[in-house]
Nanobody, 121 residues
């Protein structure tokens, strides 16, 4: 019912930038929220940033002032972006897109496949 396609991860040096994308498609009626979580090895998955209906955003304290979440609504596809600046080695993790979407049949929470972000010199 909802398909999520993530892109944009990779290897970057400390202080560098990356932009992640998450494109949602399918039988979407309304999007309640789109956001990003991350999971580092041996750690629990944690919220990074979320954008809710109406435009409100929430950021983890560890990324405030460095990361920006935004959304774009093109025909038949909704895309969330995570602009990551001033990256630090501790930002290394697998980043997962997460959506809360009302489809034509059901309200569903979906996860993307994950994209690896590695910050290292």
């Amino acid at each position: 019912q909802v398909q999520l396609v993530e892109s944009g991860g990779g290897l970057v040096q400390p202080g560098g930038s990356l932009r992640l994308s998450c494109a949602a498609s399918g039988s979407i009626v309304s999007i309640y929220a789109m956001g990003w979580y991350r999971q580092a090895p041996g750690k629990r998955r944690e919220l990074v940033a979320v954008s809710s209906a109406g435009g409100s955003t929430v950021y983890a304290d560890s990324v405030k002032g460095r990361f920006i979440i935004s959304r774009d609504n093109a025909k038949n596809t909704d895309t969330a972006y995570l602009q990551m600046n001033s990256l630090k080695p501790e930002d290394t993790a697998v980043y997962y897109c997460n959506t809360d979407i009302l489809t034509t049949t059901i309200r569903v929470t979906s996860w993307g496949q994950g994209t690896q972000v590695t910050v290292s010199s």
